[in-house]
């Protein structure tokens, strides 16, 4: 028995885990358990190393920093690693988003991004979206909608939240009237619309938000015009617009971020994960003139813009930069959504690929979907609710760490962005054999 059984009884078992290995030391795609077993990485820390496990540059960062200084709290000091953060991350931002906040994570990041829009509109309600996820504390869980789990008897939770419909187009019952793959079909636009006459009026309310790819929801991407539409309502009813851009951000999309896939601009701009290749730090971003309107001392945080990570976030940057991640992120998204589709012609129970870059979602076909059926529904090749919770273990019986997601049978493929191409030809070959078992389970 390992030395670490019983120090494992100690932690608390409100934490699921995926695996009982122990990982000893991590590198690139893989990492490497005390018992001697590879695994090929697939989850990175649910999108944190982008980078990679650690990447020699962002080690020696945090290390050089340690012995300089590992903490000057914003209150008292600025040190240079934060501000050195703030000019790496100025020009790749959305333009006129110029002042920035900065916490420990995307919790606390999208909490101030409430704090901030209310204190700049002077209102107070805010709209969010089925199947969104934005945290686990109170605030965030009152305004996320992806698993009843996440908020099981923690009421009463946070009022003034709206919940709107999100354009989920795969389950849209309405999708045969969107004209191309870049349209809505307006459903959920005039959803929004009528929350707005009948729930919370543009006077009461002062943001909406929502991630530009869904994450804990599905991997769910929505039309251009979704994106488009939302704007012109916000512009038109003085409305904040917030995107949370915890998990997709710093190139996990094939873009820097998200917002650039629609090509439409938020008011605020909230990002983690990835910033800092594992280090604790989030932010967001918004104009000086959102910024004004938020009072001082009304808000702030003992650890936020830690030294340490804050270095350790300025190397991130830079070899996303450097290294063409974002571009890799493209490429090899192409490559494996190719490679999915082949798969999803071989296997009829799979009824979506969809994503953009290496944040790529494959859904099941559901026997729960026998009774709620959406276009495009084939009842004949459902799976079992649980399936791909089953189907994580049979990928790490062949040597693979990969997550499902959302309400639906749905499994998220999140590789670091220095994956290789023959990295993501292996990772597609370890999901077919655990699917290949998993399948033959469901038939016997």
Not at 312 to 340: C, F, H, M, P, S
Request: charged share 20%; aromatic share 8%; glycine share 10%.
């Amino acid at each position: 028995m390992s030395r670490y059984e019983s120090s494992k009884k100690l932690l608390s078992p409100v934490w699921g885990h995926l695996s009982e290995s122990i990982v000893e030391r991590a590198s690139g795609s893989f990492i490497y358990t005390t018992c001697g077993k590879k695994l090929l990485d697939f989850s990175t820390g649910i999108g944190v190393v982008n980078t990679g496990h650690c990447h020699p540059r962002v080690v020696a960062a945090a290390q050089e920093q340690v012995g300089k200084l590992i903490h000057g709290q914003l209150n008292i000091v600025y040190h240079k690693p934060v501000l050195e953060l703030v000019e790496e991350l100025k020009p790749v931002v959305p333009e006129g988003l110029d002042t920035f906040f900065f916490s420990n994570s995307g919790a606390e990041a999208v909490e101030a991004s409430i704090k901030l829009a209310r204190h700049a509109t002077k209102k107070q309600n805010i709209i969010t979206f089925v199947n969104s996820f934005h945290g686990r504390t109170v605030g965030t869980m009152s305004l996320g909608n992806s698993k009843i789990v996440y908020k099981n008897q923690y009421g009463p939770l946070m009022p003034g939240v709206h919940v709107a419909p999100y354009a989920y187009c795969h389950r849209c019952p309405c999708k045969q009237q969107r004209k191309s793959a870049e349209d809505c079909c307006n459903q959920p636009l005039l959803a929004v619309e009528m929350l707005l006459r009948q729930q919370t009026g543009p006077a009461d309310t002062a943001a909406i938000l929502l991630e530009p790819v869904q994450g804990e929801g599905g991997y769910v991407q929505p039309p251009k015009s979704f994106m488009q539409g939302l704007r012109k309502i916000c512009d038109k009813h003085g409305i904040l617009l917030i995107y949370d851009e915890v998990q997709t951000g710093f190139g996990r999309t094939g873009k820097y971020f998200a917002a650039e896939l629609s090509g439409v601009k938020p008011d605020i701009l909230v990002f983690a994960k990835a910033i800092a290749s594992g280090f604790p730090l989030s932010g967001l971003v918004a104009s000086k003139e959102t910024h004004k309107h938020w009072q001082q001392g009304s808000h702030g945080g003992t650890y936020g813009a830690n030294a340490v990570a804050c270095a350790a976030a300025v190397a991130t940057q830079r070899v996303i930069k450097e290294e063409k991640l974002v571009e890799n992120a493209a490429a090899r998204g192409e490559q494996l959504t190719k490679l999915l589709l082949q798969l999803k012609d071989k296997y009829p129970q799979i009824s979506d690929v969809r994503g953009p870059g290496l944040m790529i979602g494959v859904e099941f076909y559901d026997e729960r979907d026998n009774a709620y059926p959406f276009p495009g529904h084939d009842s004949k090749h459902t799976v079992k609710y649980g399936f791909t919770g089953a189907l994580t273990k049979k990928c790490l019986d062949h040597g693979m760490l990969i997550l499902n997601t959302g309400a639906h049978e749905t499994l998220r493929f999140i590789p670091p962005l220095t994956v290789s191409a023959e990295e993501i030809e292996l990772g597609v070959e370890l999901f077919e054999k655990g699917l290949k078992d998993t399948l033959k389970e469901l038939a016997n």
